[in-house]
T-cell receptor, first 112, second 115 residues
Framework: QKEVEQNSGPLSVPEGAIASLNCTYS??????FFWYRQYSGKSPELIMF????GDKEDGRFTAQLNRASQYISLLIRDSKLSDSATYLC????????????FGKGTRLSVIA | NAGVMQNPRHLVRRRGQEARLRCSPM?????VYWYRQLPEEGLKFMVY????????ESGMPKERFSAEFPKEGPSILRIQQVVRGDSAAYFC?????????????FGSGTQLSVL
């Protein structure tokens, strides 16, 4: 059974610091990896995706993929109060009709 | 608004009633996915549909739940004879393609409350 594991948190970081969110997955054949942000009572919003081993940067966000360790992370630099949300890691394995599998999410709290 | 549209936003039903949740995918998208989310839980896959076809319903309970995506109109998730345990947020997502790298975009969800 395909599983995606995340630490539920809450993870508390001071404003301006770096937040580091982690995720592991069980299916070694997984090929696509996504990070979604979900504010309380709202829908998940796609913020990052990564397909290749290594780092991918987009503004204050960096996604990291380590296939050998089956590990994904999301770094948020210069954390802002508005970054406080639950971050969901999602993994997709081939074939194309396999559903996206989500972790339970990590709650991030950025404190002033 | 070209995003994924879900309605109603909130739905209250008494035990034993039927619940119908609707989803219109993003313009240009022909693949629809339904997920359920319980408090403090992640998103659980229920069913994946393309127009007029159910591709994968492995996450949907065999009884009382059904889904369709007709040639015309929105996708419908139908729950018959609802029970308190069906209370959850139901999210619909759509994609343009079934490719492995295809991204999913979510609607605002329907919060179902069963009294």
């Amino acid at each position: 059974q395909k599983e995606v594991e995340q630490n539920s948190g809450p993870l508390s970081v001071p404003e301006g610091a770096i937040a580091s969110l982690n995720c592991t997955y069980s299916d070694r054949g997984s090929q696509s990896f996504f990070w979604y942000r979900q504010y309380s009572g709202k829908s998940p919003e796609l913020i990052m995706f990564i397909y290749s081993n290594g780092d991918k940067e987009d503004g204050r966000f960096t996604a990291q993929l380590n296939r050998a360790s089956q590990y994904i992370s999301l770094l948020i630099r210069d954390s802002k109060l508005s970054d406080s949300a639950t971050y969901l890691c999602a993994v997709k394995a081939p074939p194309g009709n396999t559903p996206l599998v989500f972790g339970k999410g990590t709650r991030l709290s950025v404190i002033a | 608004n070209a995003g994924v549209m879900q309605n109603p936003r909130h739905l209250v039903r008494r035990r034993g009633q039927e619940a119908r949740l609707r989803c219109s995918p993003m313009k240009g998208h022909s693949h629809v996915y339904w997920y359920r989310q319980l408090p403090e839980e992640g998103l659980k896959f229920m069913v994946y549909l393309q127009k007029e076809n159910i591709i994968d319903e492995s996450g949907m309970p065999k009884e009382r739940f059904s889904a369709e995506f007709p040639k015309e109109g929105p996708s419908i998730l139908r729950i018959q004879q609802v029970v308190r345990g069906d209370s959850a947020a139901y999210f619909c997502a759509s994609s343009a393609d079934r490719a492995t790298r295809e991204k999913l975009f979510f609607g605002s969800g329907t919060q179902l409350s069963v009294l």
